[in-house]
């Protein structure tokens, strides 16, 4: 088995939140909030670890990589590194237009339209995240009266071709979100023996004669608050 390695001894806390969010983590670590420990490379640059005290407990927080295939990879260096429990946050493109743009999205499965997953599992139509992640995510959420939506989610390689025709197929499937990450995070826990649960955000709609970008990027409240609530419920695992 290829194991990532080499990296400098590093006090890793085993809870880590996967975050897509750089300008929430940027204005976290102007807060002060974060401390830097490492930066994962790739072509693209660093991909920042922190840590943050979180009470009397540490949790650290990776800067995660768009694409299943780096997605994986830091995910998998991060793991190397000490991590044992993961909830990742981020945002997704909604199946639904009733969906409200800022809802929250619990996958309870992903379908594996992408092709990383099938390097660390058998094929299959789904995968995923660990039953104690999810549990833990609602807990967190129900005991802050959040709404939320369990459902499947669809992860692409290609959002050039989210066509109608697939969008309408998902749909059948049960599927209320797309994005490019869940299968692969999920299929490398499953690999390597680790927990992981995700909450995304609904943000653009892809449920309209035309895409529907619904500027899901600037929901700077839902964002930060996101990370928070990530950061409880990864704590509880």
């Known amino acids: 088995m290829i194991t990532p390695g080499g990296y400098p001894d590093v006090d890793m806390p085993e809870h880590c ?5 750089r300008d929430v983590v940027d204005h976290f670590v102007d807060r002060g909030v974060l401390t830097r420990v490492i930066a994962l490379t790739s072509e693209m640059g660093e991909h920042p670890v922190y840590v943050r005290q979180y009470g009397d407990r540490r949790v650290a927080l990776l800067q995660q990589a768009v694409g299943a295939p780096l997605a994986a990879g830091l995910m998998e260096e991060t793991i190397s ?3 044992r429990k993961f909830i990742a946050c981020g945002g997704a493109g909604v199946l639904d237009r009733n969906i409200a743009m800022g809802h929250l999205l619990v996958p309870t499965a992903a379908i594996r339209d992408e092709g990383t997953s099938y390097h660390y599992l058998p094929p299959a139509r789904e995968v995923a995240p660990t039953p104690a992640a999810l549990q833990a995510i609602e807990r967190v959420l129900k005991r802050h009266n959040v709404d939320y939506l369990l459902t499947k989610t669809w992860t692409t390689d290609a959002f050039f071709r989210e066509t109608r025709g697939k969008v309408a197929m998902r749909r059948a ?12 995070m999920f299929a490398v826990a499953q690999f390597r ?7 995304l955000y609904g943000g653009d709609n892809l449920d309209s004669e035309k895409w529907d970008g619904r500027e899901w990027t600037k929901n700077w409240t839902v964002r930060e608050k996101l990370i928070e609530l990530a950061i409880e419920a990864c704590l509880e695992l």
């Open 17 to 21: 939140v996967i975050c897509f969010f």
């Open 81 to 83: 590194l000490g991590a």
């Open 173 to 184: 499937e049960g599927c209320l979100a797309v994005e490019m990450e869940a299968a692969a």
């Open 193 to 199: 023996h680790v927990q992981i649960g995700q909450i």
